[in-house]
């Protein structure tokens, strides 16, 4: 049995939303949280090593925050508002964002990095980058499969 390329798009949507939507909001919200505690949380070890590193530590963070921000308002936005709010222009740049995520979380793990070493620590700013990444090649898939 051959499924058409409309057929897949339509198997791959509920309700007329791509089904990574909810990965975009957990991503963009997870790494948003880290962001935060590593620029903001002063009781926080992450805090700490982040801000030993300097200010350039504490910059990467806080412009991670808002990189992540802009990922939670374009899954609000775009994805689950009605269409007359979309922001296109997030919306046509989506996979840059999400890459941004990556390399955003991939910078503070090096910033950690620079500090203490390899520490378990690691796996938890990681896994964003993978998850990131992973979401900016399906986007970038999904679009090419609507053309």
Known sequence: MHI???QAQSMNRI???????FGRLYIATQVCVIALVASWGEESPLYYLVTK???????????LAFVAFVG???????????????????KRH????????GIGSLSLAGIVA?????????ISLA???VGAT?????DVFERGAKS
Request: proline letters at 5%.
């Open 72 to 90: 939670v308002v374009d899954v609000i936005v775009n994805d689950l508002m009605p269409k007359r709010f979309q922001l296109c222009a997030i």
């Open 134 to 138: 992973s979401l900016a090649v399906m």
């Open 15 to 21: 309700r007329g939303l791509p089904l990574y939507w």
């Open 127 to 129: 896994l964003p980058v």
């Open 114 to 122: 620079m500090e203490v070493g390899w520490s378990v620590l690691h």
């Open 4 to 6: 058409t390329n409309s």
């Open 94 to 101: 989506r996979h840059f964002l999400l890459m941004g995520i």
């Open 53 to 63: 590193g300097g200010e350039a530590g504490f910059w990467c963070a806080t412009a």
